[in-house]
């Protein structure tokens, strides 16, 4: 009987062995209905998936499937905790092993400071994140390493990138560009986990928009719920160096306290994600809790290259050039 577990499964905040797991799925699968964590599992023709999509698999995300029916969600019990503690847990539970991405902004160097595990940065010569994370890996005595990006070699990373992403914007495929540069990394350094700190922004009001905006809990609302699709994009990526992207802010015991958070302690006016800044201040000095910073595309400098070489190919627009590289590939 064919079986697998891709990724990880805890209930009530207790890791189960790969076997148990399995063992515990196979006597029933309405089991995986109570497991949290990032996982695809699969026993003969039944198969279930993290509440959230996280890691890839052909089963609807939250869902347990038998044959072609759907048997049930999963939706695991979640203890009532504060903001911290939920994040505490969250991390802990991700910390046996990989490698941490830094870039040096709150939502990386809070996860750093937490999992106590090594830490990698990419970048072009000179960009912010690669000055950022050396600051904060310093300050907070972190074994970091980094990889220096070439201007070389971007293209053909765009290339490889454009057939592997499910959907093809200006914004997508620079993160994408960024995400398979990180991955490229962890692999080289022997890790096949990479621990990021996706889903911050869009939980606690991290875009610049947000300051402005008449709705923000509409649109936090919104933007929560393209997390699906931006956690698809960059797990296919890393796949291509054969790694798995975990992310804490999206354990469901976080997502469900931050939630419960109003906007109002989120946004003021210029300052955002008001909550998680508080937070990371007990755990990591105020002024790396407080600093701003800027989206890994732009600081690591492989936005600047990318309109680089559409100005270079003769384009006015990052769009025009991507789909002159899809005709291409």
Known sequence: MTHSLKGWVEVRGRRLPPEEAIARFRAGPMAASEFGGEFFIRYGDCSARDALGIVPGDTPPGKIVCGDEILSSVDPLTESSDLDAAIIESVHLRSDHGVVALSGGVDSTLI????????????????PDLGNAERAARCLGLDWAFALIRADEIEDTIREVLGTIPRITPVDVAIATT???IARTAREKGHTRVISGQGADELFGGYSRYSTAKDIESELARDF????????????????HGVLLSMPYLDLRVVRVAKSIPASRKVRGPLRKIALREVAEQHIPKDLAWADKKAMQYGSGIWKEIRRLAKKRGFSEVSGYLSALCGET
Request: proline share 3%; aromatic share 6%.
């Open 179 to 181: 995400q398979y540069f």
């Open 112 to 127: 750093a400071a937490l999992a106590g595990l090594p830490c990698i940065s990419v970048g072009i010569s000179g960009s």
């Open 225 to 240: 719920l393209s997390l699906r699709g931006q956690a698809d994009r960059d797990q296919s990526v890393a796949a291509l």
